[in-house]
């Protein structure tokens, strides 16, 4: 989502993952694809969103309930801060909906390896303003 974000314009862009493989996916991607993208190895969502945001774009986050709760609180603190948030997700069973607002819907090849079927409907949602609230 980095390189989406620089590719479309983006100035100041920084990919986050706790998974250091996909830490150094991301700088390696980043140049192959010409893009300038800080890289954060860390778990972000023990802090604060920094004030100097201006969109968060997070992706396939609601896929365990331990997750989801904390992405969900973290998302909420920087909507409320008045961080735009951005979030793609293929119908993970803990994301909620009912805070959502459906922007794209996109069709989108995997491995059976991984998910259950060759093609899965992604969408990207806008968090609204209130935050989203814990999964029912």
Excluded at 41 to 61: E, H, K, S, T
Aim: hydrophobic share 45%; glycine share 8%.
């Amino acid at each position: 989502m980095a390189i989406a974000a620089a590719r479309a314009g983006a100035t100041d862009v920084t990919g986050a993952d706790i998974d250091p493989f996909a830490g150094v996916a991301i700088g390696l991607n980043a140049r192959a694809n010409g893009q300038r993208v800080a890289t954060v190895r860390r778990d972000v969502l023990d802090d604060d969103p920094a004030d100097d945001i201006d969109v968060i774009l997070v992706g396939d986050c609601w896929y365990e309930a331990l997750l989801a709760e904390r992405a969900s609180a973290w998302l909420r603190r920087a909507r409320a801060r008045g961080i735009d948030v951005l979030i793609g997700d293929p119908g993970r069973p803990y994301l909620p909906l009912d805070e959502l607002e459906e922007l794209a819907t996109y069709e989108v090849r995997t491995t059976t390896e991984l998910e259950d079927m060759a093609l899965k409907q992604a969408r990207v949602y806008r968090l609204r303003s209130g935050g989203i609230t814990a999964p029912s």
